[in-house]
């Protein structure tokens, strides 16, 4: 089980993330990762509904980011300020009905819960991960899962690479 400061758990902290962050996928998984601190040079502000320098859809309002974490002011929702401290990464999870049943998909969000738990202290102070579960996460191995986001977390995390597709 992550601690309560670890999890995501607001649709506009996942949109966020999903929207802005890195994605990487690998075997049964999809990992968005966003680091507040490699947003892109230019940005000043970072609303979680719309992402950088946006007016945010809930609030209408953006929040001040000072580029490397963001401020303990909070991000602005339609909840009312929501204190993001910058001491610890957080993470959620994304496991549709694709997947399986209610017993199959638990299961699959219990793996990964466990899995996450214990590589969460190695990212970025304020960064937030989205685990997206496929539908093969449901017959997969444990061995398996774990070096799909393994592999997806190092893709995600890698700095983006100068030259284009060809």
Known sequence: MLAAAQRLRRREDFAATIRN???AGRGALVVHFLNPGSLRPGVTSYSPASGPS?????????????????????LVGSAGPVSVTGTTARAGF?????VGNAVVRNTVKRRLRHLVRARIAD??????????????????????LEKDLDAALDAARRPKSRGGRR
């Open 54 to 74: 946006g007016a945010s859809a809930v609030s209408g309002r953006d929040v001040p980011f000072d580029g490397g974490s963001l401020d303990s002011g909070g």
């Open 123 to 144: 990212l970025p102070a304020g960064s937030t991960l989205v685990v997206r579960a496929l539908p093969e996460a449901a017959q997969a191995r444990y061995d398996a």
């Open 94 to 98: 994304v496991v549709s009905k694709a």
């Open 21 to 23: 962050g890195r994605r």
